[in-house]
């Protein structure tokens, strides 16, 4: 019951924040809704993991997590002008 | 146990919920991402904690997936408010601006 609860907040986040990714003025903003929806996606798969019952993808989201931040980090720098 | 796994999990979604409201309502960049990252690192540290106390076999790997979690995220956060710092992204015309970084205002008031 709770779970459901948290699955439609969880819904409804991402949700927001890819308004945020398609109006956004300017490409900073595209970028932090980028950044948030990679956090957000990393608690999904704990929450899947959790409910297929299978700990193996416990490792997928510390990957995913790993590969997220590279990737912001990697376009931020480019932004700024010197990669 | 199980109870307190749930209430986590709970609130680890509703700050999920509110950083992303945060999002899409500030006026600006750099409220948006003190809005977005503070609530967003909150909310999937709760929510990771509280699986992890749920079920017994996930608590290491939450327990590491927290520990980066929390290293990593201010990290990108300050790579991105760094970048818009130097692209002169527009900020809110509200906001209070000590003496040094006057020059900073004048630019975008044109």
């Given at each position: 019951?709770?779970?459901?609860?948290?699955?439609?907040?969880?819904?409804?986040?991402?949700?927001?924040?890819?308004?945020?990714?398609?109006?956004?003025?300017?490409?900073?903003?595209?970028?932090?809704?980028?950044?948030?929806?990679?956090?957000?996606?990393?608690?999904?798969?704990?929450l899947v993991a959790y409910l297929l019952g299978r700990v193996i993808y416990m490792?997928?989201?510390?990957?995913?997590?790993?590969?997220?931040?590279?990737?912001?980090?990697?376009?931020?720098?480019?932004?700024?002008?010197?990669? | 146990?199980?109870?307190?796994?749930?209430?986590?999990?709970?609130?680890?979604?509703?700050?999920?919920?509110?950083?992303?409201?945060?999002?899409?309502?500030?006026?600006?960049?750099?409220?948006?991402?003190?809005?977005?990252?503070?609530?967003?690192?909150?909310?999937?540290?709760?929510?990771?904690?509280?699986?992890?106390?749920?079920?017994?076999?996930?608590?290491?790997?939450?327990?590491?997936?927290?520990?980066?979690?929390?290293?990593?995220?201010?990290?990108s956060s300050s790579t991105i408010a760094r970048a818009s710092y130097k692209l002169?992204?527009?900020?809110?015309?509200?906001?209070?601006?000590?003496?040094?970084?006057?020059?900073?205002?004048?630019?975008?008031?044109?």
């Amino acid at each position: 019951m709770i779970i459901t609860i948290s699955m439609i907040f969880i819904g409804l986040a991402v949700l927001l924040a890819f308004i945020r990714l398609v109006i956004g003025p300017t490409s900073s903003d595209r970028l932090l809704a980028a950044d948030s929806i990679t956090t957000i996606t990393t608690a999904v798969i704990v929450l899947v993991a959790y409910l297929l019952g299978r700990v193996i993808y416990m490792d997928v989201a510390i990957v995913y997590a790993v590969l997220g931040f590279v990737g912001v980090v990697a376009v931020a720098r480019y932004l700024e002008g010197g990669i | 146990m199980e109870i307190a796994g749930e209430i986590l999990v709970l609130i680890g979604s509703i700050f999920l919920f509110l950083g992303a409201l945060g999002i899409l309502r500030m006026p600006d960049v750099f409220n948006r991402l003190q809005a977005g990252t503070k609530a967003t690192t909150l909310g999937a540290l709760s929510l990771i904690l509280g699986i992890g106390f749920m079920s017994s076999g996930y608590l290491w790997k939450s327990i590491v997936l927290v520990i980066f979690i929390v290293l990593t995220n201010p990290i990108s956060s300050s790579t991105i408010a760094r970048a818009s710092y130097k692209l002169k992204v527009p900020i809110f015309k509200g906001t209070v601006i000590k003496t040094e970084e006057k020059d900073f205002l004048k630019e975008e008031k044109k």
